[in-house]
């Protein structure tokens, strides 16, 4: 009976000392701006990303740009922080649109804006 105890015990401690050591694996966050309905020189928009992680486009005529991040996150839904400025245009900021609290984004996965 006492050899059992000492078993379990062990096991106990090694499956605990694991755990805590865990990295969890990289995973991709893409931000896109579609620059759609960007003219020259506006109107256009930057984005820029707060979290999960930080990154920031300029949107451009008619082309689809995008930045990569590799995070080491848990896989799940997180939550999502941005905030997009708008121009008009003449260069001029018109106004800037912000997340919500309650604005979640799945990891991996992407964030997607059109300019």
Request: hydrophobic share 40%.
């Amino acid at each position: 009976m006492k050899r059992w105890l000492v078993v379990a015990l062990l096991i106990g401690g090694c499956g605990s000392d694991g755990a805590t050591n865990v990295t969890p694996p990289p995973v991709r966050y893409v931000l896109y701006v579609d620059g759609a309905q960007t003219g020259i020189p506006g109107p256009y928009c930057v984005v820029t990303i707060s979290n999960p992680t930080f990154l920031t486009l300029h949107s451009r005529p008619n082309v689809v740009d995008s930045a990569v991040a590799t995070l080491h996150v848990a896989p799940g839904r997180s939550l999502l922080e941005w905030q997009a400025d708008f121009y008009d245009a003449g260069g001029f900021w018109v106004r800037t649109l912000n997340s919500q609290p309650t604005d979640s984004t799945s990891l991996p996965g992407s964030s997607y804006f059109v300019c």
